[in-house]
């Protein structure tokens, strides 16, 4: 499948590839097939992963795995939520969040309260709002420093 991005120009993302989100996603409803973007011109992995909609080139939102920051992140899910993603496994579960970006980037934070959803087997994914009371806005500038003062950045 062939998408024109604003940010990726234009890109051929196997189907395979393509996750399905019948819901579409908070603040996009109608988007419901997207793609993962990594940056694969980095030596070391980034945290940053990119959420490209296949339906709308423009839109394409920066996501996390929130365990590489958060390792004891494991949000309540309703189970009827996650029905239409198929048998869910440890193996084949994929936990994103969203990533927000503003001005001053001390205030980088994600969404810790509603988290994506991917069968890897599927390729079925879905937003859900946990039943947790965690924040939409949780800081992760101070994280993500330690790390990379961690890795000898």
């Known amino acids: 499948m ?23 996603l908070i603040g996009f409803p109608d988007l419901k097939h997207f793609t993962l973007i990594y940056d694969s011109e980095r030596e070391q992995k980034s945290a940053i992963i990119w959420l490209q909609s296949m339906d709308d080139g423009d839109v394409a939102m920066p996501v996390m795995v929130p365990t590489d920051l958060i390792p004891d992140y494991q949000p309540t ?8 993603l198929g048998n869910l496994t440890p193996e084949n579960t994929f936990l994103l969040v969203t990533v927000r970006v503003p001005e001053n ?3 980088i934070s994600v969404n810790l309260k509603a988290p994506i959803i991917i069968n890897t087997d599927s390729n079925k994914g879905s937003q859900v709002i946990v039943e947790d009371d965690l924040a939409v806005r949780h800081k ?3 994280l993500l420093k330690s790390g990379k003062e961690k890795a000898g950045e």
């Open 2 to 24: 062939k998408a024109d991005t604003r940010l990726f120009g234009q890109i051929e993302i196997e189907p395979e590839k393509i996750i399905e989100m019948e819901q579409g």
């Open 140 to 142: 992760i500038y101070a």
């Open 105 to 107: 980037i001390e205030d």
């Open 77 to 84: 899910v309703n189970n009827e939520l996650l029905e239409k």
